[in-house]
Each structure stands twice: as C-alpha cells, then as structure tokens.
C-alpha cells in the first residue's frame, strides 16, 4: 500500500516542504505581483489527507482500497511483491 499512498506523516512531512521551499518563496510572491487575491495562505492545512478508508466507491482511486491487506486472527500478514523477476526454464 505504501508504494501507492504515503502514510499520513509522510503527506505531512511533503505538505510542509512543498509550503517551505516552493509557496512561500516563490508561489506567493508571483500571485501578489499578477494581483491575484483570494488565495488560500501558505500553511493553510484544512485539506485532509489520503487515506484508504476515506476513498469513495465512485473515486479513480477506489482500486487502492483493494490493496489492504486484512489481518487474520493471528493478526500478522505478509506480502511479497515481485517485481523485475523473470522466469526461465
């Protein structure tokens, strides 16, 4: 799942380098100087965050929810993704 959706600290952590490094340097400025108003303030963390649970039926997205893997009732699971193998015989 993580290839796919970053955990909510990762989207936290990328949140507030993209206000950082590219908003508040860069973003902001150029809105002020085409006089663009209205816009929503460097920081602002209303949006939510990407979660599977949050996805709806109706979304591109709704394929995502397909890759949690539910834990049995020992509450371990295990997936082994393979990528790049090539079968020969």
């Given at each position: 799942m993580a290839q796919f959706v970053?955990?909510?600290a990762r989207?936290?952590?990328?949140?507030?380098l993209v206000n950082d490094k590219l908003m508040r340097p860069y973003l902001l400025s150029?809105?002020?100087r085409l006089g663009v108003t209205g816009i929503a303030q460097v920081g602002d963390d209303t949006a939510g965050f990407l979660i599977p649970d949050a996805i709806s039926d109706s979304s591109?997205?709704?394929f995502l929810r397909n890759l949690v893997v539910e834990s049995d009732?020992?509450?371990a699971s295990d997936i082994v993704l393979l990528s790049g193998c090539l079968a020969t015989r």
């Open positions: 970053p955990s909510v989207q936290r952590d990328n949140r507030v150029y809105y002020q591109p997205l709704s009732a020992s509450g």
